[in-house]
């Protein structure tokens, strides 16, 4: 298993109960080897949006790949 760090989305604006990795179907999931480049990117996009939508970070494990 691999440590990662993704970063979630907050879906509805008026509630911190509900957070998605992928807003929609064509946005991409953001995921990142240490904490402090996901929590970088988690400022940053939170800055840049512009809806007032708040972002964070979590640690998530994920399955080796075959063949490695």
């Known amino acids: 298993m ?3 760090f993704r970063v979630y989305k907050q879906l ?3 509630t911190e109960r509900i957070w998605v990795a992928k ?3 064509d946005d991409i999931v953001d995921e990142f ?3 402090e480049e996901a929590e970088q990117f988690a ?3 939170q800055q840049l949006d512009l809806t007032g ?3 964070r970070v979590q640690q998530i ?3 080796d790949e ?3």
């Open 33 to 35: 080897d240490t904490l």
């Open 2 to 4: 691999a440590i990662k």
């Open 12 to 14: 509805l604006l008026d």
């Open 53 to 55: 939508r708040k972002y």
């Open 23 to 25: 807003l929609n179907e």
């Open 43 to 45: 400022s940053e996009a």
């Open 61 to 63: 494990e994920i399955a």
């Open 66 to 68: 075959v063949g490695e």
